[in-house]
């Protein structure tokens, strides 16, 4: 029990560092969702942002994310993207999260 609320705790200290992070670095028009009980968010991007050409960026600086198409089967949300909010937000993570806002505001 102790060990479960200890992480928990990291998680939601990481979960509200990379939301501030997405509202600072994305841009206007972004909204989040924040399912219940997971280390995950959904963005919804600008219409005219493309998340799985985003997607396909990312992978090549080694950002993985995963684009909105995945999660259904008549390829809707084609400008959502689920991010990790699961790990520390270091330095690496700080850099993913800017350059992830720039590629979505230049698209």
């Known amino acids: 029990d102790r060990h479960l609320r200890h992480l928990r ?10 939301r501030g992070l997405i509202q600072r670095y994305f841009p206007p028009g972004t909204r989040m969702t924040e399912p219940k009980g997971g280390y995950f968010v959904w963005l919804e991007l600008p219409p005219s942002v493309d998340a799985l050409a985003v997607h396909q960026q990312a992978m ?7 684009p909105g198409v995945l999660f259904s089967a008549d390829r809707r949300f084609t ?13 690496r993570f700080k850099r ?3 350059w ?6 230049t698209s």
């Open 79 to 91: 400008h959502h993207l689920r991010l990790n909010v699961g790990h520390p937000v270091d330095d």
């Open 60 to 66: 090549a600086h080694s950002i993985s994310t995963a």
């Open 9 to 18: 705790g990291e998680l939601e200290t990481q979960h509200q560092a990379a």
């Open 96 to 98: 993913a999260v800017r």
């Open 100 to 105: 992830l806002g720039t590629a979505v505001a």
